[in-house]
């Protein structure tokens, strides 16, 4: 079967802030494609829905800013973000074409910078030089997906490093 949602931004391992763009293509029951992000054991930090998509198979480019409550304080937290259809059945919860894609939201962050690692760097080097009130944690957080240990990085490797 064709999937009739597919989330294009978001990527997987992206880090995002309190607002981030949310776009891809999607086709729903009603026109109805819904977003929402979830945090620690699955904690809705927040959820809404996505305009523009098709329907009646109909597929249609989407691109949309979201943004969390104001409530929502996260630095460094991995959280999912789901994507999904009305499900007029209930069969499929929480959705048709389920998306998912773990992202690392900092709500405070303005940006970040991509630095490449030369020989001699820490990520306590790269936090102070680089970052912008970025911690050591900040870096290893944003860069889980390729790194381990925060006392091992190499040369030639590409860190995303948030900016406050």
Same mark, same amino acid.
């Not at 007029?88 to 630095?115: I, K, Y």
């Given at each position: 079967?064709?999937?009739?949602?597919?989330?294009?931004?978001?990527?997987?391992?992206? #880090? /995002?802030?309190?607002?981030?763009?949310?776009? $891809?293509?999607? +086709? &729903?029951?009603? !026109?109805?494609?819904?977003?929402? =992000? *979830?945090?620690?054991?699955?904690?809705?930090?927040?959820?809404?829905?996505?305009?523009?998509?098709?329907?009646?198979? #109909? /597929?249609?480019?989407?691109?949309?800013?979201? $943004?969390?409550? +104001? &409530?929502?304080? !996260?630095?460094?937290?991995?959280? =999912? *973000?789901?994507?999904?259809?009305?499900?007029?059945?209930?069969?499929?919860?929480?959705?048709?074409?389920l998306n998912q894609v773990r992202v690392t939201l900092f709500t405070g962050m303005h940006g970040w910078r991509l630095h490449?690692?030369?020989?001699?760097?820490? =990520?306590?080097?790269?936090?102070?030089?680089?970052?912008?009130?970025?911690?050591?944690?900040?870096?290893?957080?944003?860069?889980?997906?390729?790194?381990?240990?925060?006392?091992?990085?190499?040369?030639?490797?590409?860190?995303?490093?948030?900016?406050?």
């Amino acid at each position: 079967m064709a999937r009739l949602i597919e989330v294009r931004q978001p990527r997987e391992h992206d #880090v /995002v802030a309190a607002r981030f763009a949310l776009a $891809g293509f999607g +086709s &729903g029951f009603e !026109a109805t494609v819904t977003w929402r =992000l *979830l945090g620690a054991g699955g904690a809705p930090l927040g959820e809404g829905l996505v305009p523009g998509v098709g329907s009646m198979g #109909v /597929v249609d480019d989407f691109a949309l800013e979201v $943004g969390l409550p +104001s &409530g929502v304080q !996260a630095r460094g937290e991995h959280a =999912l *973000l789901q994507v999904f259809g009305d499900d007029a059945s209930g069969e499929n919860p929480p959705g048709t074409d389920l998306n998912q894609v773990r992202v690392t939201l900092f709500t405070g962050m303005h940006g970040w910078r991509l630095h490449e690692v030369v020989p001699g760097d820490t =990520l306590s080097r790269i936090a102070r030089d680089q970052g912008q009130d970025t911690t050591v944690g900040d870096v290893f957080e944003a860069n889980r997906d390729s790194l381990m240990d925060p006392d091992l990085i190499f040369p030639g490797q590409v860190l995303r490093v948030p900016l406050f």
